[in-house]
């Protein structure tokens, strides 16, 4: 996966291809597209979803530090529905799905859930963004390996399921940020430390060990 360049490239649709999309979600998707998350995290466009919303944009993302390894992967999704959603309580919402490896002795912790889910919320709040009904689920999901791969270690996966609503300035959601805190949610499953000077509250996950099992 490619690095995004932190901008739009030239002659590029920033609607992702949807004719017709309303300067509101033009402007909500520059906005994902200016974007400059840390280096260790590689960001691309992806097929985004037609049937959640009228319009709707899409992004991957890997953290991958020494550009060999993946720590953690992502996709969010921007939808717009310029008539309003009542689930929603405004017209923009944002969809995530986040996963990472575990350390075994990780998948133990009976609040890792909770913790991560804290994660998320915490990382909208220390960016300063505002947001209206947060979901979701975290999921854990242990693998273990028989057979002709019974050499394998077993392996344990955290998996983020979320969606909240960014509160509208002027009509438009201030997506950056909202990447940005995303980013910081993806570099917390990773274990990656925090950007700049580190919260002393803040505790990540051990990065994880050893070539990931095939």
Known sequence: MAAAQGHLADGADSTGGQDGAPLAFRHAVAGLRGARPRAEVEIDPTAPPRRLAPFSYALEAVVAPDEEEELAEGRLILLHDPEGHDAWRGTFRLVTLVHADLEPEMAADPLLPEVCWSWLTGALQARGV????????????????????????????????????????????D?????AAWCDLLCQLAGLPPAGNPDPGVVALPQRRGPRPR
């Open 175 to 179: 997506t950056g940020a909202h990447l």
């Open 130 to 173: 505002p947001y209206l009904e947060p979901s979701g689920t975290v999921t854990l999901a242990s693998s273990h390996h028989f057979g002709g791969i019974g050499e394998r270690d077993s392996s344990t996966k955290i998996e983020i399921r979320a969606s909240w609503t960014p509160v509208e300035d002027s009509g438009v959601p």
